[in-house]
């Protein structure tokens, strides 16, 4: 018996997660190396779930629209769950907010600040 039939055989709160946090895929033509990947995976049973932090341009990966949840850098839920991360663990929030202050550059700070809600949510969306 294959990995994969022992992993579709589990119940769905038993399978394996897997988060995909990519640039923009299964949008535009940036990382779709990611595609034959979470294909197979998702073939074993792998309860899979894909996030473009950029998601832009038309879908190119049509088979991956059913486990691709598509939000902007920011928006309402977003903000509100990125509060209500904050307030169920703060301290370890602050800390990680300390952490992106310490960027090596300017650029790389800002980028860095304007995902931090956007991966707050996820946190929770992950969970």
């Known amino acids: 018996m294959d990995a994969g ?14 988060v995909y946090v990519a640039s923009s895929f299964p949008y535009g033509r940036n990382d779709t190396f990611f595609a034959p990947e979470v ?20 879908l190119t990966t ?9 939000k902007p850098l920011l928006d309402g839920e ?3 769950d990125a509060v209500a991360e904050l307030l169920r663990a703060p301290r370890r929030t602050v800390a990680l907010l300390a952490g992106l202050l310490r960027a090596p550059a300017p650029p790389v700070l800002v980028r860095n600040l304007a995902a931090f809600p956007k991966a707050l949510w996820l946190a929770r969306l992950a969970r």
């Open 62 to 70: 049509a088979d991956a629209a059913a486990f691709t949840v598509r």
């Open 5 to 18: 039939t022992t992993t579709n055989r589990l119940a769905p709160e038993r399978r394996p997660k897997l």
């Open 39 to 58: 294909r197979e995976l998702v073939r074993q049973g792998v309860d899979v779930l894909v996030v473009p932090l950029r998601p832009r341009g038309a």
């Open 78 to 80: 977003i903000a509100r």
